[in-house]
């Protein structure tokens, strides 16, 4: 069973800063693109960003220039780092794994929380 574990959600007063980090199994992080998606309250899960094996970032347009996607390949960890937090970035976070043979796989979400 693949496990995509998240951790560092939290609370975060607006402006703030938040790192978050997911960790997966070897095989499925060394060839797939990583991602992150977020789901607010009554609204759909959207993308944030993504990042492919060889390192090619992607980011939805709403979150370019405040959040960065990275990944380190030698600890099997993807990280997203969110700064100048709105309270509309509040959402439960996920991390996702695509391998190129179809396959999606999703953590169990982390909560963050933007209010003062």
């Known amino acids: 069973q693949v496990q995509l574990v998240e951790s560092g959600g939290g609370l975060v007063q607006p402006g703030g800063s938040l790192r978050l980090s997911c960790t997966a199994s070897?095989?499925?992080?060394?060839?797939?693109?990583m991602g992150w998606y977020r789901q607010a309250p009554g609204k759909e899960r959207e993308l944030v960003a993504t990042?492919?094996?060889?390192?090619?970032?992607n980011y939805a347009d709403s979150m370019k220039g405040r959040f960065t996607i990275s990944r380190d390949n030698a600890e099997n960890t993807v990280y997203l780092q969110m700064s100048s937090l709105k309270p509309e970035d509040t959402a439960v976070y996920y991390c996702?794994?695509?391998?190129?043979?179809?396959?999606?796989?999703w953590g169990q979400g982390t909560q963050v929380t933007v209010s003062s």
């Open positions: 996702n794994a695509a391998t190129p043979f179809g396959a999606i796989y």
């Open positions: 990042i492919a094996s060889g390192g090619s970032a």
């Open positions: 070897r095989l499925i992080f060394s060839i797939s693109t």
